[in-house]
């Protein structure tokens, strides 16, 4: 890879389907991580790490469907220091056009003691082992140093040479717990690149975590000295505060060229789809403020702003809006588009769907536009991703009936389609949404407890569609469901059966008990 690249081109290794489903909450399922996938490969991510095949059933066949989908990045599997673990993530990679094996350890003293509880000299054998196996099975092998900006100088750098002798062609120094500041950071990738002998034979890759704030800032830093792949994730999704967020490591180097004169292979303009993507999935919302794809990011609120940017948007605009794919709100379609117009949309919106799912999606596109005077394009984002996140539920939403106000409690009536059956309850509760949550409770028994009940619009005024998200619990296992309405409660109950079909497949049943009986 090095050889026949250009020296100033960084890597990007997008982590968002590993390290950022290892945040509290973010969990998704196959399907969900396979569509990423696909949509991290279209905006030319390099390396895409899709999960850490032992640590669970689920998390191998994600990594094997992913490694069947993709063709263009790379497919990455994290596999600790075990032959175990190395097997198993080659066994999932097998299918993969192009893969990798990313095996790591921890090096600092800190972690060698308490965590592993390995001598130095035992930890340093067990990377030339890994690694060695690692190689048998896998022409591209990455080596992390766990805990690597707090590991001792010379241990670091005697490791890093075995792995590289050992055979791995990328050398990843992660800042595992956030603690680096930058001109330490990129010191300590100088450091490395002076006095490791065979360092040129492999990429120097970081991997940050945001504990101080610091992700973006202490990766820019390192690339400034020549570290060449950056480890990140779509909206910077990641353990405790998160890892380096992609599009701001992508965007800042786009942005500020004169400083820092490094390229990518990121198509910006998908930066919002992803993102977008992401936070549907996880129900993880973006904060306003945040930097790229908050929805305040490109927002001119004062009027001395406004009228700057009316003049002359270089006044307050450092890149444009478009360079990341939003587009100003517009009016796409209406009542009388015809399936045609609907489709060139969609196709203009980086949508690739194919006859069964256009027919689907225009039919509930005639449906929203009965319903709302005006649609824009979010909307059309937002009915395309409900339509594929509900694609294989087995339990499906119906219809629902709500009364509610000041003057009775609460009733919901709702159908649910189950094993073909059309079902109904009738329940009430403290609000319209107890009342329709406990209706799904009567058809669909069960314990899981609600952790996260999340509602947003998708444009502006009072006729928005409603996003919800619902995170449900259950046996420590977590599962987000979504659900997209102009009717906020209809949203609410579709993202609530949702979620309960993914906990059926967590389970690994097809219909609850209540059911079967
Ligand atoms: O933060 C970290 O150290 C990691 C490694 C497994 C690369 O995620
Ligand atoms: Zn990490």
């Given at each position: 890879m090095?050889?026949?690249?250009?020296?100033n081109?960084?890597?990007?290794?997008?982590?968002?389907?590993?390290d950022?489903?290892?945040?509290?909450?973010?969990?998704?399922?196959?399907?969900?991580?396979?569509?990423?996938?696909?949509?991290?490969?279209?905006m030319g991510v390099?390396?895409?790490?899709a999960?850490?095949?032992?640590?669970?059933?689920?998390?191998?066949?994600?990594?094997q469907?992913?490694?069947?989908?993709v063709?263009?990045?790379?497919?990455?599997?994290l596999?600790?220091a075990?032959?175990?673990?190395i097997?198993?993530?080659a066994e999932?990679?097998?299918?993969?056009?192009?893969?990798?094996?990313?095996?790591f350890l921890?090096?600092?003293p800190?972690?060698?003691?308490?965590?592993?509880?390995?001598?130095p000299e035992a930890v340093?054998?067990?990377?030339?082992?890994?690694?060695?196996?690692?190689r048998?099975?896998?022409d591209?092998?990455?080596?992390?140093?766990?805990?690597?900006?707090?590991?001792e100088?010379d241990?670091?750098?005697?490791c890093?040479e075995?792995?590289?002798?050992?055979?791995?062609?990328?050398?990843n120094?992660?800042d595992?717990?956030?603690?680096?500041?930058?001109?330490?950071y990129?010191?300590l990738?100088r450091?490395?690149?002076e006095?490791v002998?065979?360092i040129?034979?492999?990429?120097?890759?970081v991997?940050?975590h945001?504990?101080l704030?610091?992700?973006?800032a202490n990766?820019?830093?390192?690339?400034?000295v020549?570290?060449?792949?950056?480890?990140?994730?779509?909206?910077?999704?990641?353990?405790?505060?998160?890892?380096?967020?992609?599009?701001?490591?992508?965007?800042?180097?786009r942005?500020?060229?004169d400083?820092m004169?490094f390229?990518t292979g990121?198509?910006t303009?998908?930066?919002m789809?992803?993102?977008?993507?992401?936070?549907?999935?996880?129900?993880f919302?973006?904060?306003?403020?945040?930097a790229?794809v908050?929805?305040?990011?490109?927002?001119?609120?004062s009027?001395?702003?406004?009228d700057g940017?009316l003049?002359n948007?270089?006044?307050?605009?450092?890149?444009?809006?478009?360079?990341?794919?939003?587009?100003?709100?517009?009016?796409?379609?209406?009542?009388?588009?015809?399936r045609?117009?609907?489709?060139?949309?969609?196709?203009?919106?980086?949508?690739?769907l194919g006859?069964?799912?256009?027919?689907?999606?225009?039919?509930r596109?005639?449906?929203l536009a009965?319903?709302?005077?005006e649609?824009?394009?979010?909307?059309i984002?937002?009915?395309v991703?409900d339509?594929?996140m509900r694609?294989?539920d087995?339990?499906?939403?119906?219809?629902l009936?709500v009364?509610?106000?000041?003057?009775?409690?609460p009733?919901?009536?709702?159908?649910?389609?189950?094993?073909?059956?059309?079902?109904?309850?009738?329940?009430?509760g403290?609000?319209?949404?107890?009342?329709t949550?406990?209706a799904?409770?009567?058809?669909?028994?069960h314990?899981?407890?609600?952790?996260?009940y999340q509602v947003?619009a998708?444009?502006?005024?009072t006729?928005?569609?409603?996003?919800?998200?619902?995170?449900?619990?259950?046996?420590?296992?977590?599962?987000?469901?979504?659900?997209?309405?102009?009717?906020?409660?209809?949203?609410?109950?579709?993202?609530?059966?949702n979620?309960?079909?993914?906990?059926?497949?967590k389970?690994?049943?097809?219909?609850?008990?209540?059911?079967?009986?």
């Open positions: 090095k050889t026949s690249m250009d020296s081109r960084v890597i990007i290794f997008d982590t968002t389907l590993r950022g489903e290892q945040s509290p909450g973010a969990s998704m399922n196959l399907d969900e991580k396979v569509r990423i996938a696909l949509v991290l490969e279209e390099d390396v895409i790490e999960g850490f095949p032992i640590s669970s059933q689920g998390d191998f066949e994600a990594v469907a992913v490694a069947r989908t063709r263009n990045a790379a497919v990455c599997g596999a600790r075990a032959k175990a673990d097997d198993r993530c999932a990679l097998r299918p993969a056009e192009r893969k990798r094996i990313h095996t921890s090096t600092s800190l972690h060698m003691k308490f965590k592993l509880q390995m001598e340093h054998q067990a990377v030339i082992d890994s690694v060695t196996h690692a048998r099975l896998c591209d092998v990455e080596w992390s140093a766990e805990d690597g900006s707090r590991t100088h241990f670091l750098c005697r890093v075995s792995a590289i002798k050992a055979g791995a062609r990328t050398i120094i992660p595992t717990v956030g603690y680096a500041v930058p001109d330490e990129a010191a990738i450091m490395l690149i006095r002998p065979n040129d034979q492999a990429i120097l890759s991997h940050c945001n504990d704030g610091l992700a973006v990766s820019l830093a390192a690339v400034r020549g570290a060449r792949q950056v480890e990140c994730t779509i909206n910077g999704l990641g353990e405790r505060a998160g890892n380096a967020a992609m599009e701001e490591i992508v965007m800042a180097l942005t500020r060229h400083r004169p390229t990121i198509k303009e998908s930066i789809k992803a993102s977008h993507l992401v936070s549907t999935v996880t129900g919302v973006v904060q306003p403020n945040k790229i908050g929805a305040n990011a490109f927002a001119h609120e009027g001395i702003h406004q940017v003049k948007a270089q006044t307050y605009e450092i890149m444009t809006p478009e360079s990341v794919g939003l587009k100003r709100s517009k009016l796409v379609l209406g009542k009388l588009s015809g045609a117009a609907f489709k060139a949309k969609l196709k203009e919106m980086g949508y690739e006859d069964n799912a256009i027919a689907d999606a225009f039919k596109f005639k449906d009965d319903r709302k005077r649609v824009y394009d979010e909307d984002v937002a009915l991703d339509e594929m694609a294989s087995v339990v499906r939403f119906l219809g009936e009364h509610c106000g000041s003057k009775a409690p009733q919901a009536i709702l159908e649910l389609e189950m094993e073909g059956r059309t079902l109904s309850a009738t329940a009430s403290d609000g319209p949404v107890d009342a949550f406990n799904i409770k009567k058809l669909f028994p314990e899981a407890k609600l952790q996260l947003s998708v444009t502006e005024g006729d928005a569609q409603a996003e919800v998200t619902v995170r449900l619990e259950e046996n420590g296992k977590t599962v987000n469901g979504q659900g997209a309405d102009t009717d906020t409660l209809v949203a609410s109950a579709k993202a609530y059966v979620a309960l079909n993914k906990l059926l497949v389970r690994e049943r097809r219909a609850p008990a209540a059911l079967s009986a």
